[in-house]
């Protein structure tokens, strides 16, 4: 009985804890990385579960937080956020390959056994401001123009997950992009250097982790930036 007792109220704790995280207060213009360490993340690699020792892939190199590529996985914030402003610097650092920021992030390892339950704002070259559902989903106008055939639409593993963006606006490979995410409440909106270029609603979540991806390709972060917002923005700057 006594061990009844003591379990309920530690899951009473974990759940008050969990509500608090969702409800803490974001500041204007916070840095949620130091860009000396990783504190206020933590590293998902799949492939580390069978060896511990595993070069990394996420470090601090140079005043900047670079994504390895591989082993592939996530890095992901120890805490929930809803109704932000999301702004993220970043660049290849060699060749042109995969990445992505992923919003309201919840379940780990979701799909494939990698992927937590999320909305990716994909990074891949070529493809910046596309959306990848996994385990949640989204809307957008002119859905069969940027999603294909309605039949194919779905979050799981066999269904198409791709909303391309309306149009590109990457810059030349090696130099510095800028993707502003904003969401609020079932809306994330997508510029890519000061570009709309996505406008998702009706997401079937609003609140949840981010993290970021190591998905290949060698992947330097100088800024990321967070601010609450009340209201989506015009322009991405």
């Not at 409800?23 to 998902?44: A, E, M, P």
Request: aromatic content about 8%.
């Amino acid at each position: 009985m006594r061990s009844l007792v003591l379990s309920c109220i530690l899951l009473l704790g974990i759940l008050g804890s969990n509500a608090l995280l969702a409800q803490t207060k974001i500041r204007k213009n916070t840095s949620l990385l130091n860009f000396k360490d990783l504190s206020g993340w933590h590293v998902d690699v799949p492939e580390a579960d069978k060896n511990p020792k595993i070069r990394p892939s996420f470090i601090i190199r140079n005043g900047m937080m670079v994504s390895m590529g591989k082993p592939e996985g996530h890095l992901i914030t120890d805490q929930v956020y809803q109704n932000y402003r999301l702004v993220v610097e970043y660049r290849f650092a060699g060749e042109a390959g995969n990445c992505g920021i992923l919003v309201h992030a919840s379940k780990p390892r979701r799909l494939y056994g990698m992927f937590p339950q999320s909305i990716e704002v994909q990074m891949m070259h070529q493809h910046a401001g596309d959306f990848w559902v996994i385990g949640e989903d989204i809307e957008v106008k002119d859905m069969e123009k940027y999603r294909g055939p309605k039949a194919n639409w779905g979050f799981e593993e066999d269904k198409n997950r791709q909303i391309v963006a309306t149009s590109m606006a990457e810059k030349p490979l090696g130099e510095w992009n800028q993707t502003v995410v904003e969401c609020l409440n079932g809306d994330v909106k997508v510029w890519v250097n000061g570009q709309m270029v996505n406008h998702g609603f009706n997401c079937t979540v609003n609140k949840g982790q981010i993290a970021l991806q190591a998905e290949g390709a060698e992947v330097e972060f100088r800024k990321v930036m967070i601010s609450p917002i009340q209201k989506l923005s015009e322009k991405g700057k």
